[in-house]
């Protein structure tokens, strides 16, 4: 059974999730790439405001295509996430609670995750698609310039995700693969 968590999410509900949890994921989340996270660090390094409240916010590492007549938003399907790990714990640190992207964090970012209490949610690659269609709303909000990786204020309703590594650092990538060589014995 799904949990459901509306955004803003703070450090004490992203500690109540566990590895391996199925979410639905409502309210507002931003989008950022590589490219809108290192802008964001340097804000952050120059002591400047950011362009949106990143208190208790949730960041999807995506750059949707564009949308069709009638849609709100193109294809909007997770990225690797890997390439934000330099800048991921310092956002962390500025309050960021959650992050939406695929594949593997670094050390670092979980060392974060876990001090700040903040998740990793999993989000299907391939399947871009029909997660736009979880997206009811989407403005940029800041880096026009950079086309798709512009950042973006989306609200949701019922993204469906799964929380890959917790607040405790629990990462289903290895305590799933774990769980299956057991049954390979």
Do not use: W
């Amino acid at each position: 059974m799904a949990i459901r968590v509306t955004t803003p999410m703070t450090p004490e509900q992203a500690r109540q999730l566990k590895s391996g949890d199925s979410v639905l994921l409502s309210g507002v989340i931003y989008t950022a790439r590589d490219a809108a996270h290192k802008r964001l660090c340097e804000l952050v390094a120059q002591g400047k405001p950011l362009p949106f409240d990143i208190k208790n916010a949730v960041i999807y590492f995506v750059g949707p295509a564009p949308a069709q007549p009638g849609q709100v938003i193109g294809s909007a399907g997770p990225t690797t996430s890997y390439r934000m790990d330099p800048y991921s714990p310092i956002l962390i640190r500025e309050g960021q609670t959650g992050m939406i992207g695929k594949g593997k964090r670094s050390k670092e970012v979980v060392e974060a995750m876990k001090q700040c209490g903040a998740v990793y949610f999993g989000a299907i690659g391939g399947c871009g698609a029909l997660l736009s269609k979880c997206i009811k709303s989407a403005e940029i909000v800041a880096y026009e310039d950079l086309g798709a990786e512009a950042v973006r204020r989306l609200e949701v309703e019922d993204l469906p995700v799964t929380v890959i590594i917790d607040a405790n650092g629990v990462n289903l990538y290895e305590s799933g693969r774990e769980a299956y060589l057991k049954t390979q014995k």
